[in-house]
């Protein structure tokens, strides 16, 4: 399994970013943690960038003291343009919404 992660800091006006190794990451703790790490504790908002053999992806999100924000992707990349949708028809999701 093949994977790229990437944080970019934000420090007022300045951003920089700097690939991570999350090798050794077990749960969303540990991905928190390396983001702190990487990018010290003084950045105002940081972002984690991550891909996995181009089947799946998530977005991180740490501003200052809040809680990380999360976004994962739910599409694998098996070329199913119907991916994502209620198998029993009537649109997206649970409930036909």
């Keep these: 399994m093949s994977y790229f992660a990437a944080?970019?800091?934000r420090r007022?006006?300045?951003w920089e970013a700097e690939e991570l190794d999350l090798g050794s990451v077990e749960d969303l703790?540990?991905?928190v943690d390396v983001m702190r790490v990487a990018t010290g504790d003084d950045a105002d908002t940081v972002v984690l960038?991550?891909?996995e053999d181009d089947e799946w992806f998530a977005v991180v999100r740490l501003d200052?003291?809040?809680d990380p924000r999360v976004f994962?992707?739910?599409r694998r990349?098996?070329?199913d343009e119907h991916?994502?949708?209620d198998p029993r028809g009537g649109g997206r999701g649970r409930n036909g919404r």
């Design 29 to 31: 703790d540990g991905i």
């Design 83 to 85: 991916a994502g949708r």
């Design 49 to 51: 960038l991550l891909e």
């Design 64 to 66: 200052e003291d809040s």
């Design 72 to 74: 994962v992707s739910d």
């Design 12 to 14: 007022g006006r300045d």
């Design 7 to 9: 944080a970019v800091a």
């Design 77 to 79: 990349g098996d070329g």
